[in-house]
């Protein structure tokens, strides 16, 4: 489940009292709301993907990549905590406005919040640089 996507009703119709994974109710919504200024800001569509990765790691990121709406103006964060792995996946027309340079230089200061102990604001800062760097769209 990516951030922002709609949390499935239990039988009773009523969400999950309980969040599954990493992050509290305030770090989702601060997660959330960098996605939606990413989003604005750049035209392209950011999207983050939190939890286990198969191998080969990077080709289960590109299938995760490939089953968004908007894949070639998509930019995929795909994180492992467990398994201490990182993608960022961006589709063709987000390539040109986001080069494998300068995704590498996101994931760089990714992995150095990460290793801090701050998951969520790791993949905010992440979102924030990958998003100034694709500018206005």
Same mark, same amino acid.
């Given at each position: ?43 392209? +569509?950011? *999207?983050?993907?939190? #939890?286990? &990765?198969?191998?080969? !790691?990077?080709?289960?990121?590109? $299938? @995760? ?45 990714? +992995?150095? *919040?990460?290793?801090? #102990?701050? &998951?969520?604001?790791? !993949?905010?800062?992440?979102?924030? $640089? @990958? ?7």
């Amino acid at each position: 489940m990516t951030v922002g996507e709609a949390r499935p009703e239990t039988e009773t119709g009523t969400p999950p009292d309980v969040l599954d994974g990493p992050f509290s109710t305030r770090q989702l919504l601060r997660i959330d709301e960098a996605l939606r200024l990413a989003d604005q800001g750049t035209g392209l +569509v950011f *999207s983050v993907y939190v #939890g286990g &990765l198969d191998e080969p !790691v990077r080709e289960h990121a590109e $299938q @995760l990549h490939r089953q968004l709406a908007e894949p070639d103006r998509s930019v995929l964060i795909a994180v492992s905590p467990n398994q201490r792995q990182l993608e960022i996946v961006t589709g063709k027309y987000a390539r040109k406005r986001i080069p494998d340079t300068y995704a590498k230089l996101a994931a760089l200061s990714m +992995v150095a *919040s990460f290793g801090g #102990g701050d &998951l969520a604001g790791g !993949v905010i800062q992440g979102l924030d $640089q @990958l998003a100034s760097h694709a500018g206005k769209g």
